[in-house]
């Protein structure tokens, strides 16, 4: 079969490139990144098949191969990841995308591919990282409260009694923990395919109303505009009720107030949804986490993870938060996404 050599822009790529046959899959031609990636070169790639530098393992045939080939040639470009075997044994992952083509007046399919092996394993200590949370360490916080509020009750010591009740208020925030990374989970592992248009108010005033059922105590209000629609998913509704909630906890008022802004802002194609609420504000090492984008550590000086959810659930959705001190007193959360300017 005849050899297709690579344009001469493709060999100043950093992204490997092959070309292939679109009914056999065949290897036609490979650019240099291609070669220097897979330590392959390309008279052997040419002698080769994607079987034969795929990983030993069933998922990755030559068969499995030419279907995805076949399917782009078909005009559906395919993206997936691929376990590849290097000549000397050492096995990394890439992410292929394969898109049909003519080159030179031949059809064709061009893959291109990069390594993403650090990405997979960073994937799979996240993972384990969720387990762990989801239910070891719950599970074994479960067990330590069981005996603290057994123990509680057992001892007439005030010193003793109070020591236990730190135990016991330590172990339910460890604990917590556990739904909070859950929830991160669910927040990163939605796509595009779970948003749909959103009116804002209609989720706004859910939330609100049940949050003022949870806390009598706490007066929320909502306003602003009412034809605000974006394209969101469930993590905007996660997001809502983790600022009131935030807002709450931290509150040193006996009758704490949030009041809920909704603006349109058309010269932006923005909606921004305003919180503002009466308490002692929030603490510059708390709202350094709304604008520093590199920086993590701070998460350990402030009340909880509560804030990265929001920042997760904005970022998910194309959007962004920031905090500015409110009048006469508090913290007033911006949370800005895209507008969906057709509706």
């Not at 330590?39 to 030559?62: C, I, N, P, R, W």
């Not at 000549?87 to 080159?103: D, Y």
């Not at 990405?119 to 969720?130: A, D, P, Q, S, T």
């Not at 804030?307 to 500015?324: D, H, M, Q, R, T």
Request: hydrophobic share 35%.
């Amino acid at each position: 079969m005849d050899k297709i050599s690579p344009p001469t822009i493709l060999n100043t790529l950093d992204i490997a490139v092959t070309i292939h046959h679109p009914k056999t899959g065949a290897i036609l031609g490979v650019n240099t990144a291609k070669e220097r990636l897979y330590g392959y070169s390309e008279d052997e790639f040419l002698d080769m098949t994607v079987g034969d530098y795929s990983a030993d393992d069933a998922k990755f045939t030559h068969e499995q191969a030419t279907q995805l080939i076949n399917a782009a040639a078909s005009g559906t470009p395919q993206s997936f990841e691929w376990h590849v075997k290097r000549p000397n044994g050492k096995l990394f992952w890439a992410h292929v995308q394969l898109h049909a083509c003519s080159i030179d007046g031949r059809e064709c399919v061009v893959a291109t591919s990069q390594e993403i092996t650090t990405f997979k394993e960073k994937e799979r200590r996240l993972r384990l990282f969720y387990r762990i949370f989801r239910h070891n360490l719950r599970n074994d916080m479960n067990i330590i409260l069981g005996y603290s509020e057994q123990l509680e009750q057992a001892i007439e010591d005030d010193d003793l009694e109070m020591q236990i009740q730190t135990i016991n208020n330590t172990a339910k925030k460890v604990a917590s923990l556990s739904d909070s990374v859950t929830e991160i989970e669910q927040i990163t592992n939605r796509t595009l395919a779970d948003r749909s248009p959103t009116k804002v108010m209609t989720v706004i005033e859910d939330v609100a109303s049940e949050f003022r059922e949870s806390h009598p105590q706490i007066t929320v209000t909502t306003s602003g505009a009412e034809d605000v629609w974006v394209n969101a998913d469930d993590n905007l509704r996660v997001a809502f009720r983790q600022i009131l909630d935030n807002a709450v906890e931290h509150n040193d008022r006996e009758q704490p107030t949030l009041s809920v802004t909704i603006n349109k802002l058309e010269e932006r194609e923005q909606a921004q949804i305003e919180i503002a609420d009466n308490g002692p504000g929030m603490p510059d090492v708390e709202s350094q986490i709304f604008e520093n984008e590199d920086e993590l550590t701070s998460v350990s000086h402030s009340s909880g993870i509560g804030l990265w959810i929001i920042k997760f659930c904005a970022e998910s959705l194309g959007g962004y938060v920031n905090v500015e001190d409110n009048e006469p007193r508090g913290s007033v959360v911006k949370f800005t996404l895209p507008l969906l300017s057709e509706y």
